[in-house]
């Protein structure tokens, strides 16, 4: 089975680096691994994806030797274990706010005697039964890693009993749906957002536990990690791909002489 770099990192007390994708880009994890990432947050949350997308996309960071983290759009028991048969070597959550749910989560996607995992044995994660270890159920445990994001008032209330639950491995702010609700900005500076990640990271501390958050400069991601942060989300194809384009679309309009470019027409910015 393979080794999860996220959870060698963790363990060893380090930063674990993270980017993320939305799209189902074929050489994403490669170039991701190139540059020294350890995972890659995949969204299926909020972007649609076909199952065998899932499947091949999965396949491709086995192939280039990189974490998998794939945000689920179900927490149902079958749909969340068949994630980690095809490979995916953690799961992230969104929408955790109880210990209770966090405990159903840990029940449906880790074999027993932690949980209640279906057993099948013939997926990638146990290299097609032909390959499959002795001890496949217990490497599993050791080797996948659950998340659950914190998004709420109410998961931010109960964030120490969820981090407490065995099994849970790392507590993620949403920082879009948490400052929506608590009307601040998601900005880690935000002094609400502030207060937010102190809760957070003390009661991961507290229950020996991983926590992170989004971030989108280098800065940021130091604020968070002086605060103890190990799971930190730092660049994604829609902020290259959009940044890149802007820039690109600014040298156009001076190399034209045609002024500001159209994005600022159509969304008020200018670039």
């Given at each position: 089975m393979r080794k999860s770099k996220v959870l060698a990192k963790l363990r060893a007390g380090k930063v674990a680096r993270i980017c993320a994708t939305g799209s189902p880009i074929a050489f994403f994890p490669a170039v991701a691994a190139r540059f020294g990432y350890d995972g890659i947050w995949n969204d299926g949350e909020h972007r649609v994806w076909n199952p065998r997308d899932i499947e091949t996309a999965i396949g491709r960071h086995h192939a280039a030797d990189i974490d998998c983290v794939w945000r689920s759009v179900t927490k149902e028991k079958n749909g969340l274990y068949r994630l980690l048969e095809d490979g995916a070597s953690g799961l992230m959550i969104p929408h955790v706010a109880t210990a209770d749910e966090a405990r159903a989560l840990v029940s449906a996607i880790k074999f027993p005697?932690?949980?209640?995992?279906?057993?099948?044995?013939?997926?990638?994660?146990?290299?097609?039964?032909?390959?499959?270890?002795?001890?496949?159920?217990d490497q599993a445990n050791h080797e996948t890693f659950l998340t659950v994001q914190i998004e709420t008032p109410q998961a931010?209330?109960?964030?120490?009993?969820?981090?407490?639950?065995?099994?849970?491995?790392?507590?993620?702010?949403?920082p879009g749906d948490m400052s929506l609700r608590l009307g601040c900005t998601p900005g880690?500076?935000?002094?609400?957002?502030?207060?937010?990640?102190?809760?957070?990271?003390?009661?991961?501390?507290?229950?020996?536990?991983?926590?992170?958050?989004?971030?989108?400069?280098?800065?940021?991601?130091?604020?968070?990690?002086?605060?103890?942060?190990?799971?930190?989300?730092?660049?994604?194809?829609?902020?290259?791909?959009h940044d890149?384009?802007?820039?690109?679309?600014?040298?156009?309009?001076?190399?034209?002489?045609?002024?500001?470019?159209?994005?600022?027409?159509?969304?008020g910015k200018a670039y």
């Amino acid at each position: 089975m393979r080794k999860s770099k996220v959870l060698a990192k963790l363990r060893a007390g380090k930063v674990a680096r993270i980017c993320a994708t939305g799209s189902p880009i074929a050489f994403f994890p490669a170039v991701a691994a190139r540059f020294g990432y350890d995972g890659i947050w995949n969204d299926g949350e909020h972007r649609v994806w076909n199952p065998r997308d899932i499947e091949t996309a999965i396949g491709r960071h086995h192939a280039a030797d990189i974490d998998c983290v794939w945000r689920s759009v179900t927490k149902e028991k079958n749909g969340l274990y068949r994630l980690l048969e095809d490979g995916a070597s953690g799961l992230m959550i969104p929408h955790v706010a109880t210990a209770d749910e966090a405990r159903a989560l840990v029940s449906a996607i880790k074999f027993p005697p932690l949980g209640d995992r279906g057993f099948c044995g013939g997926g990638r994660d146990a290299d097609y039964w032909i390959g499959k270890p002795a001890d496949y159920t217990d490497q599993a445990n050791h080797e996948t890693f659950l998340t659950v994001q914190i998004e709420t008032p109410q998961a931010l209330e109960n964030a120490e009993a969820i981090a407490a639950v065995p099994g849970v491995d790392i507590l993620f702010i949403g920082p879009g749906d948490m400052s929506l609700r608590l009307g601040c900005t998601p900005g880690v500076h935000d002094p609400v957002m502030l207060d937010v990640q102190k809760k957070v990271a003390a009661a991961a501390k507290k229950h020996g536990k991983a926590w992170g958050r989004p971030v989108g400069s280098a800065a940021d991601a130091k604020t968070i990690i002086d605060l103890g942060a190990q799971f930190v989300v730092l660049g994604s194809e829609f902020g290259g791909i959009h940044d890149h384009l802007a820039a690109c679309a600014a040298e156009f309009d001076q190399l034209l002489g045609e002024g500001q470019s159209t994005v600022a027409d159509r969304d008020g910015k200018a670039y």
